[in-house]
């Protein structure tokens, strides 16, 4: 679960990087939608894996990742269509803070029988 945190936090701060980017270069979405396509859609599939797993899994820290990816999906289902690139790149950021909170409440024994 926790290479999972690790690997839908990183991927959501990516987007959140891309849709600044992409905002304040004063592109519009429609023209660059081909090459965000493909990297949109594999980072929606990470968010309801880690979304389906923290359901099913319900070990320590599974509200804020499902919380992550869920707001996650929101943002690029609706708010990247609608409310605007910065408004999305801040609610990506977000869920990459929500993704990785798991990760700032590891109990100590883990990192002894871990490393």
């Known amino acids: 679960m926790r290479v999972l945190s690790i690997l839908c936090g990183l991927s959501f701060a990516v ?3 891309y849709l600044l980017a992409l905002s304040l270069g004063g592109l519009p979405l429609n023209r660059l939608q081909p090459v965000m396509s493909p990297l949109s859609w594999a980072m ?4 309801a894996l880690g979304a389906v797993l923290a359901l099913r899994s319900r070990c320590e820290g599974w509200a804020p990742m499902l919380a992550g990816c869920g707001l996650f999906m929101a943002c690029q289902l609706v708010a990247a269509r609608f409310a605007g690139l910065n408004l999305s790149a801040l609610m990506c950021l977000a869920a990459a803070g ?18």
């Open 15 to 17: 987007m959140a990087g």
């Open 44 to 47: 929606l599939a990470l968010a």
């Open 98 to 115: 929500f993704a990785l909170l798991p990760l700032m409440h590891t109990p100590s024994s883990y990192w002894r029988v871990a490393g």
